[in-house]
């Protein structure tokens, strides 16, 4: 037995000293300590444990958690927590590793999925159950919640290599899930096996994809050429276009009772970002006013009666007859369908607006969010700025005044 300064690196580098009592106690916690068990053929230098010296309150002593499964921070937090429940008596105690069902990264998936369909929204929770059925549980759902370490996790990021925005996302909800399994005492605090994520987290860079001048007139030109086979869906194309609103979510499942031409609004129950008001430009009052000549709204609840499916063919025409990239080996030349909402961005930043009268057009909550994915200086912006930098630091300097001595 042994009073030390106790470490990671110490409890790393310690080996089993052939001691029935092989406990190393920590000098700056007291109470608290780690035992070095015999050697096998699983722990060649002897099996860790987190120790809690209970022997005052009556309880002996207790391991409370493996290493390195539980780093030392963490497990000093644990035997903080166990220490304080026996002193007050408290029978259900939380717990701790090596003790109850062996929880897996499956049972976490479904418990965490339970409580993502009682608090977030639909398609959160189906992006949710996607991260999850893709790229979490074919390699870790069998594992154990306490077996998990920080090497296998990393190990586990940097297979998904081929999709990192992907692997981010799943990294950072795995994460996320933990923190919960902490606060169900499913797992000791503390005890994250992603803790260093933002380490090795793979570099997202973000989309600046804009339509230029002339892609945009080509691509009206080709919804002009489709309208007359497939009109919903063209003016589906042209109100985005017009509005920068999300297609899916906010356009497609639009009613005429969410229309007001004279206010020039369109009122959104629910959105990306909970209820919020698209305010329409004339152009798109009068495409709107053109769809309801068309239609008897009594009958036709929806505005723009169409489906997911044939909605996104009639884009795949428009861009194959405007020409614009879809097949290109760098996937930031192609164009997608949310590049129409940053274009809008785009153009209403080169005018001069704003960032917050741009979040509050395209209904974003935060300004930073505008800066970091939709406004950004295009390039003739900042040819312009270059050219302006460039005259004056060319410029002769003025002639000096006279002073008059009279």
Known sequence: MSVV??????????????????????QRRTGFGMRTFPPNL?????KKKWVLDLRKLGAGIRCIADWP?????GAWLLAQRLYQARLLGEVGLPQVVGTGPDRTVQDLANRHLEWAAAHLKPKTLQSLRSLWRASILPLLGCRRLLSLTPEDVEAWHQGLV??????????ETL???????????????????????????FREQGRTRVLSEHERHRFLRALAQLEA??????????ADYLTGARWRSELLPLRW?????EARQLRLDDSKTGAKVIHLSAAAVELLAGLR??????????VFPTSVGTARRTWEQACRLAGLPRGCEDPKQNVRRHDLRRTLAQVLDDQGVEPTLIAAMLGNKSVSVVRSHYARPSEARLQALADQAATTLLAEPAPPMEVSNA
Do not use: C, F
């Open 5 to 26: 300064n106790l470490t990671e690196q110490l409890v790393s580098e310690h080996v089993y000293r052939g001691s029935e009592t092989d406990y190393l106690w920590d």
């Open 42 to 46: 699983t722990h060649p230098t002897g």
């Open 162 to 171: 081929r999709s990192p925005v992907a692997a981010n996302r799943a990294a």
């Open 257 to 261: 009772s969410q229309v007001d031409l």
């Open 229 to 238: 086979v497939h009109p919903w869906q063209v003016a589906l194309w042209r």
């Open 175 to 201: 994460a996320a899930a933990w923190k919960m399994a902490e606060r169900w005492a499913w797992v000791p605090p503390a005890s994250n096996p992603l803790r260093h994520l933002r380490e090795y987290r």
């Open 69 to 73: 499964a539980l780093p030392i921070e």
């Open 293 to 302: 000549r068309g239609t008897d709204p009594q009958r036709a609840e929806r």
